[in-house]
């Protein structure tokens, strides 16, 4: 059983629309991390998360501990949104983050 | 956006020769990464370093050694690269050890042919 599960694997919606990217794990962890890839291949950090909500422009990123469970929302979505969506898990006594598959998401427009 | 560049941006070698990748940064974290990504696999830890000359093994460590001789510059080498170490390479750095954002490098295209 893989330690993180993302869900759903690709994505496809309609420009303003309402998204959400969802992110299940199975091990304790520190920290959550939400990362964004484009197309051209650049890695941009969203959000670390270890507790409730953040919010930044139009993305909301929210964890519950108890639930092992974090999502992030984008509001109002953008063809720019389009891009490859990535959850990693910080362990509580380790360098190493623990990777989801990531989202493949397509905004249309 | 974090001060990190990565060199070079593409290279191309051939079977058996050494290849370094530079990781520069201009933050003065103290903690920095590699990390290849191939498809399938996400994003895998080569080696990182938590200070100046303090470096460890990642996941995927074998045919790589770096070295962290300031804290600016992070470098990977492969010492005979082979055709399984066509990837692309991604530097971080972090400022602390638990919980801080992760900053990434642009990558590096690596093919060796």
Redesign the interface.
């Known amino acids: 059983k893989n330690e993180v599960e993302q869900s759903p694997q690709n994505l496809t919606a309609q420009e303003g629309e309402f998204i959400t990217i969802n992110c299940s794990y199975s091990v304790g962890i520190?920290?959550l991390?939400w990362?964004q890839q484009h197309p051209g291949?650049?890695?941009?950090?969203l959000?670390?998360l270890?507790s409730g909500k953040k919010k930044h422009g139009r993305l909301i990123a929210t964890i519950n501990i108890q639930e092992k469970h974090s999502s992030l929302h984008i509001t109002a979505s953008h063809p720019r949104d389009s891009a490859v969506y990535?959850c990693?898990l910080?362990m509580d006594s380790n360098?190493?983050?623990i990777?989801?598959?990531?989202t493949k998401q397509i905004i249309k427009p | 956006d974090a001060g990190i560049t990565q060199s070079p941006r593409h290279k191309v070698t051939e079977t058996g020769t050494p290849v370094t990748l530079r990781c520069h940064q201009t933050e003065n974290h103290r903690?920095m990464?590699w990390y290849r990504q191939d498809p399938g696999h996400?994003?895998?830890?080569i080696h990182?370093s938590?200070g100046v000359k303090d470096t460890?093994k990642?996941?995927v460590s074998d045919g790589y050694s770096v070295s962290r001789s300031k804290t600016e510059d992070f470098l990977l080498t492969l010492e005979s690269a082979t055709s399984s170490q066509t990837s692309?390479y991604?530097c971080?750095i972090s400022e602390s050890?638990?919980?801080?954002?992760?900053?990434?490098g642009?990558?590096t295209?690596l093919t060796v042919t």
């Open positions: 520190s920290a991390h990362l291949g650049g890695i941009v950090s959000f670390m270890s990535i990693a910080e360098y190493q983050l990777w989801g598959a990531g | 903690y990464y996400g994003l895998r830890l990182y938590y460890d990642g996941e692309v991604f971080a050890e638990e919980g801080s954002p992760l900053h990434f642009n990558g295209r």
